[in-house]
């Protein structure tokens, strides 16, 4: 088992950064993909970047040129550098560590708020 805490989140106004940092509590050994996904009221769960252990990164078309994720493999953390915030980048933001098909571990979510 791996558990995920995530920190970071906050109120921020339209224009500002935050940064988000998610911590597993155990060194996750070989192949894996670590993210972010988040969720707003009424809609459904939304991928906003990944990383490969490798460190290939993915990104939403709406956070990209102003999101960055990175990772720390010592710490087992990765981040998720948020800047030029906009009011829809509100939403609860969830750490996710995919290993294979059949297992994946999420963290409790960080509540992020951009006032317009």
């Known amino acids: 088992q791996v558990q995920l805490v995530e920190s970071g989140g906050g109120l921020v106004q339209a224009g500002g950064s935050l940064r988000l940092s998610c911590a597993a509590s155990?060194?996750?050994?070989?192949?894996?993909?670590m993210g972010w996904y988040r969720q707003a009221p009424g809609h459904q769960r939304e991928l906003v970047a990944t990383?490969?252990?490798?460190?290939?990164?993915n990104y939403a078309d709406s956070v990209k040129g102003r999101f960055t994720i990175s990772r720390d493999n010592a710490k087992n953390t990765v981040y998720l550098q948020m800047n030029s915030l906009k009011p829809e980048d509100t939403a609860v933001y969830y750490c996710?560590?995919?290993?294979?098909?059949?297992?994946?571990?999420w963290g409790q979510g960080t509540q992020v708020t951009v006032s317009s």
């Open positions: 996710n560590l995919h290993l294979n098909s059949w297992t994946d571990y």
């Open positions: 155990r060194r996750v050994i070989g192949i894996n993909t």
């Open positions: 990383i490969h252990s490798r460190g290939t990164s």
